[in-house]
Structure formats: C-alpha cells, structure tokens
C-alpha cells in the first residue's frame, strides 16, 4: 500500500510514509488506525498526552469506521483467496486422476475388463462421485473393473463433476474481484484521509 500526497514531500512525511508501509506484512485496517494517529500527533507537535485527533471528533470516528472496514474486507478476502485457490488445487487434482482413468480405458474393451487404479477409487469415494449406472458409489477397498462402457459412465461423471466445480470456481472468483475493488476503494479513502492530516500538521509546524 504506498500513501499519495499532493506536491512535494517533507523529509518528515517520507519517514512517515516509510512508517507506515511497514518492512515485514502489510498493515491490517486497525494497527493502521492507530499507528496513523500516533504519527498525526507526532506531526503536530502534541503532547503525549494529547491527541491532535480527539477521539471524540467526528474525523476520528470517521477513521474508525474505514479502518473496521478495511479489517473486515482483509479478513474475508483472505478467506475467498483460500477458497479459490482450494478448489483450482481440487481441479488440478482431477485432471490427473481422469489422464489416469483414461489411460486405464485403453486396454478395456466391452468383453475385456481392466481394473480402476486405487487413486482413481480415492478420488470418487472422497469427492461421492458415481461411477456407473444408478448412482453406484466407489468403496475405495474393494476391486473394480471395468469395460470400456463402464469406464466411459465412470469419465462423463468426472467431467460433470468437474464442470461444476469450474462453474462455483468462476462464481468465487468474481466475490473476490468484488472483495478486492472494495478492500483497494477503502484504502483509497484512508489514504486521502491520512494525507490531509499529514499536510494538515505540516502547516501547523511551520506556523510555529
């Protein structure tokens, strides 16, 4: 997150600016909020004691409510971002388990049946996908083999179940396009607010 000012830079706004973009992680909505006040005060010159942004002003409380915001948006961003991010490990693992299943078919014919790889009866026994006619279910300890019909039944239900998957991947990617205009908006609103005191007890130090 960088801080945008209007004309040129005191030394003392590019510390504070330094400051506030932090070395390690980016700052969540509250320790910004209080670290903001802190080099407020400082740039005004009030005492320790004594905050330039008393925490009864309507500014204070305006900053209040963008930093709970800014917290809550970062929470749930960071939870839509797993979520994405499991299910595209969840269809990359079903790619590799139907090239496994179609290489299984190869040597399957209608009268010839070849056995289902015991990562391919992991996968349908823990994603409850059907690998046949009437829903039949997958026990991975058990042995199947299958013909090619079979074997064609048991690929179309991977591919359904998959397609799904793509298809709520797609819906979570669009809330976490959402999440992050609105997170990137509000620390928009923060950065304006904080520059306006920053230039704000810049005047008042050089009135001193």
Do not use: H
């Amino acid at each position: 997150m960088s801080i945008q000012t209007g004309g040129p830079q005191s030394a003392q706004q590019i510390q504070q600016d330094r400051t506030l973009k932090g070395q390690d992680q980016p700052m969540s909505g509250q320790k910004m909020m209080k670290k903001t006040i802190k080099l407020i005060n400082s740039a005004a010159g009030a005492p320790m004691n004594q905050n330039f942004i008393d925490k009864t002003s309507l500014d204070a409380l305006m900053l209040a409510i963008m930093s709970e915001r800014a917290e809550l948006l970062e929470e749930t961003l960071r939870e839509q971002v797993q979520e994405v991010r499991s299910k595209n490990n969840k269809l990359k693992n079903a790619n590799q388990i139907m090239a496994k299943a179609r290489a299984a078919k190869k040597g399957s014919k209608e009268e010839e049946d070849t056995e289902m790889p015991q990562e391919v009866k992991d996968f349908f026994a823990k994603n409850d996908i059907p690998w046949g006619d009437g829903g039949k279910k997958i026990n991975p300890n058990e042995t199947y083999k299958l013909n090619s019909g079979e074997w064609d039944l048991a690929i179309e239900n991977m591919k359904g179940w998959t397609e799904s998957l793509t298809s709520t991947s797609q819906l979570d990617m669009t809330k976490l396009q959402s999440t992050s205009g609105k997170f990137n908006q509000t620390f928009e609103m923060m950065s304006q607010f904080i520059s306006k005191y920053y230039r704000s007890g810049d005047n008042i130090i050089k009135n001193i």
